[in-house]
């Protein structure tokens, strides 16, 4: 995930226990390669290996030399600043949250090749989120990894300049370093699972509406994976949240549950319902020692995606406002 060169790149893979057999030509040229999983043997008790493209066609050595060449060559898309210093994931999994966010868009309009290039890239991310995230999430995130591999191999040639943000966020993930499962590290690996949740789903609709059966229960299942791992990630930080919205004084509920009526008439039955309502309460009173202005920022957060898949709408609304106001995700 993430690899900007040749030597990252098997580095990687050896990082990740594979065995490697490279191709070598006279001249010291790499020509191509092939990895094997340890367990995997033949009779004869040797290894099997596969060469890069006959696991998936964008693993070919030219296609990742491709995303080499598009990271060096090309001109990185506007940042918002330095990159996250090593031991400041939380930083790096906003940024992820941003640009899964962005790819979305992409994901639902854009075209085939694209598209095909956001696909993989995120599955770049989610190899780096897996990575670097903490025991209680990592299981559920490997897993949400391996599906989505088998979601984004494509015979569509991608064109890899144009995920360039995706990519760089698995880069930063990956810089970061580990994250841990509590305060703002918790809070903001929940936040980027719930964001990865939607443009997984997306993916699975479009692959789906494309014909691409196996594509799309593969990430339909990625998404089953990322649901078990937003609730581990979730539980600390949302409890929190709950915990604090239920001890508002009441006045301030009130409050809260009319901005909520003006700003959501259709859904905010449905979300006084919810058990994640207290927490959404507490954001909205959050917001209100900011510049925004909650009622327009809530209306705003419903509309950025569609909320049908949400099996919590206070929830998802509560981690959107969080990132868009650049409001802590823990809480005191």
């Given amino acids: 995930a993430g690899a900007w060169g040749e030597e990252e790149f098997f580095e990687r893979l050896a990082a990740a226990g594979l065995l490697i057999r490279r191709r070598v030509a006279p001249s010291g040229d790499l020509l191509g390669y092939k990895v094997a999983l340890p367990g995997d043997r033949n009779k004869d008790g040797e290894p099997v290996f596969y060469a890069g493209a006959r696991l998936a066609p964008d693993l070919s050595l030219p296609r990742v030399r491709e995303r080499w060449t598009t990271h060096h060559d090309q001109p990185a898309a506007p940042h918002p ?9 939380a930083v790096a999994r906003r940024r992820a949250t ?12 854009g075209p085939d090749a694209v598209v095909a290039a956001h696909i993989a890239a995120t599955g770049e991310v989610l190899d780096a989120l897996a990575l670097t995230s903490a025991a209680h999430t990592r299981h559920a995130l490997h897993e949400a990894a391996r599906a989505f591999e088998r979601a984004s191999r494509s015979h569509i040639r991608a064109e890899r300049g144009h995920a360039r943000a995706l990519r760089r966020a698995a880069r930063e993930l990956i810089h970061a370093g580990p994250a841990l499962g509590r305060g703002e590290d918790g809070a903001t690996t929940a936040m980027v699972i719930d964001m990865l949740f939607f443009l997984i789903t997306a993916t699975a609709h479009r692959h789906a509406r494309h014909h691409h059966a196996q594509q799309a229960a593969a990430a339909h299942q990625a998404a089953d994976h990322l649901r078990a791992a937003y609730r581990a990630a979730a539980a600390g930080p949302l409890g929190a949240l709950r915990h604090r919205g239920r001890h508002l004084p009441r006045p301030v509920q009130r409050r809260q549950a009319a901005v909520l009526r003006r700003a959501l008439p259709e859904v905010a039955e449905r979300i006084l319902a919810e058990p994640g309502w207290p927490a959404l309460a ?10 925004h202005d909650p009622a327009a920022l809530l209306t705003d957060a419903a509309g950025q995606r569609e909320l049908a898949s949400a099996h919590s709408l206070s929830d998802v609304l509560t981690w959107r406002l969080r990132h868009t106001a650049d409001l802590p995700s823990d809480t005191p």
């Fill in 98 to 109: 941003t640009a899964a966010r962005k790819a979305l868009v992409v994901i639902e309009h």
């Fill in 81 to 89: 600043g330095p990159s996250p210093a090593p031991g400041d994931p």
């Fill in 282 to 291: 507490a954001t909205l009173t959050d917001l209100e020692t900011t510049p």
